[in-house]
Nanobody, 125 residues
Framework: QVQLVESGGGSVQAGGSLRLSCLASKYTSCMAWFRQAPGNEREGVAELVSDRRASYADSVKGRFTISQDNGRRILYLQMDSLKPEDTAMYYC??????????????????????WGQGTQVTVSS
């Protein structure tokens, strides 16, 4: 299966920046970042399909950027203009894509099968 190793979490002041990294043991066509704060459900933050199509949660759009290295083994999440509400455990996730006959696009699964250990991001005011 796929092993994921994350790094880059930490504590920053509001308005600061962090860059999270996720190293995958092998290529996967779907990679994403999720986050979960205590008492809340895990939510999708950003998703990248085949290093081409990126999507973002409304709460982070314009502030976060998901990207991948040329070898498609490292997933990044550049987080700028961080807010206290961004505080959460951030998880890297990976899985394979499938072709959606309805939309004629490659899509990612509703539930990812491979997950990193999580890295804490804390934003203070």
């Amino acid at each position: 299966q796929v092993q994921l190793v994350e790094s880059g979490g930490g504590s920053v002041q509001a308005g600061g920046s962090l860059r999270l990294s996720c190293l995958a043991s092998k290529y996967t066509s779907c990679m994403a970042w999720f986050r979960q704060a205590p008492g809340n459900e895990r939510e999708g933050v950003a998703e990248l399909v085949s290093d081409r199509r990126a999507s973002y949660a409304d709460s982070v759009k314009g502030r976060f950027t998901i990207s991948q290295d040329n070898g498609r083994r490292i997933l990044y999440l550049q987080m700028d203009s961080l807010k206290p509400e961004d505080t959460a455990m951030y998880y890297c996730a990976a899985d394979r894509s499938s072709f959606d006959l309805t939309t004629r696009t490659w899509t990612c699964p509703k539930k990812y099968n491979y997950w990193g250990q999580g890295t804490q991001v804390t934003v203070s005011s």
